[in-house]
C-alpha cells in the first residue's frame, strides 16, 4: 500500500539491524554485558545506533504521511534516499576512523535534518491545501 515507504523503511530497518550487530560486536569482543564499559569504541557505536533509532522513526513518518496523501514520487524517492545516505553517512563518521566530529558526520546530520524541513513542509502544504 505504501510501497515506496516501504522501501526506505526495509533500507532502514536493515541499517539499524547492522548498527544494533556492531555494538553487540563490540560488547562481545571486550566482554562487556551492559553500558560502555568506559570504551570510547562501544560509546561510539551506541550512539550510532541511538541516533538512527531516533531519527528514522519520525522521517519514515513523514514520508509516509506523504505518500498516504498521494504526494510526488520523485519527491517521496528523493526524501527517502536522502535519509538513508545521510543515516548511512551519519554512522560512518560515529564508528569509522576518526570518528571524533567529521565531514561524514556533518554530511549525515545535514542530510538527515534537510528531510525533515523538507517533508515537514511539503506535508503542512499537502494538509493546509486539504
Known amino acids: 500500500m505504501f510501497p515506496i515507504t516501504a522501501l526506505y523503511a526495509a533500507l532502514c530497518g536493515l541499517l539499524v539491524l547492522a548498527l544494533a550487530f556492531n555494538v553487540v560486536r563490540y560488547r562481545f569482543g571486550r566482554g562487556i554485558s551492559l553500558?560502555?564499559?568506559?570504551?570510547?569504541?562501544i560509546t561510539r557505536a551506541v550512539r550510532a545506533h541511538g541516533n538512527a533509532v531516533e531519527y528514522i522513526p519520525?522521517?519514515?513518518?513523514?514520508?509516509?504521511?506523504?505518500?498516504g496523501?498521494?504526494?510526488?514520487?520523485?519527491?517521496l524517492h528523493l526524501y527517502g534516499a536522502l535519509l538513508v545516505l545521510g543515516r548511512v553517512a551519519h554512522a560512518w563518521g560515529m564508528t569509522g576512523p576518526?570518528?571524533?566530529?567529521?565531514?561524514?558526520?556533518?554530511?549525515?546530520?545535514i542530510a538527515t535534518w534537510t528531510v525533515f524541513l523538507a517533508a515537514s513542509v511539503h506535508l503542512l502544504v499537502?494538509?493546509?491545501a486539504y
Open 35 to 41: 553500558g560502555d564499559g568506559g570504551d570510547a569504541r
Open 58 to 67: 519520525l522521517a519514515l513518518i513523514l514520508i509516509g504521511l506523504l505518500e
Open 69 to 75: 496523501n498521494n504526494a510526488n514520487a520523485w519527491a
Open 98 to 109: 576518526g570518528s571524533e566530529v567529521n565531514n561524514f558526520r556533518k554530511l549525515g546530520i
Open 126 to 128: 499537502v494538509a493546509v
